[in-house]
């Protein structure tokens, strides 16, 4: 859906800097949320976001930081990249009801170097 | 722990052969249910939802509150169905399952 969008595409670092990741999102969803995805382990949630100025831990948050000022946007930082942390990053929003869908933006693939 | 699970990490079936992917939840009450689907190199998005009924690309998925499952199905598997399929997670928590990689050979 052209409502959520993800910059950069791809993202070449190198171990131990600092990266940002950005998602925007013109629905006004209440909920955000930041997944990381590799061969084998599927999706994982890094962090999610109920609401401005709220966040929540997801699955494997260590090393990650997020922010969520504004509703639209919800951007996540690698404080200082490690080849681990080298994976497609998908972020993804939904309205506040219970059976609402995710939609999903079309992913950051970031290579720590 | 409320989640959901899907046995089959890789499935693989020919060319018009009925398709069926397993996805089984551990939770009370009554989920809304979703399923998604990655084609390559895409993002994911939603394939249907029980809720609906509905009927996408020849899936369907009924929801069976006995077995607490939400099984997705397709009589004739079409080489554009190979994909990644998500059972999506509850809202409780929004942890997805490793999915079920779905190859259909020629």
Redesign the interface.
Known sequence: DAGITQSPRYKITETGRQVTLMCHQTWSHSYM?W?RQDL??????IY?SAAADITDK??VPDGYVVSRSKTENFPLTLESATRSQTSVY?C?SSETS??S???????TRLTVT | AQRVTQPEKLLSVFKGAPVELKCNYSYSGSPELFWYVQYSRQRLQLLLRHISRESIKGFTADLNKGETSFHLKKPFAQEEDSAMYYCAPPRQNFVFGPGTRLSVLP
């Open positions: 949320f997944y084998g382990h599927g999706l994982r949630l999610y997801g699955e998908f993804a219970y059976n869908p995710l939609h999903f933006g079309n992913g």
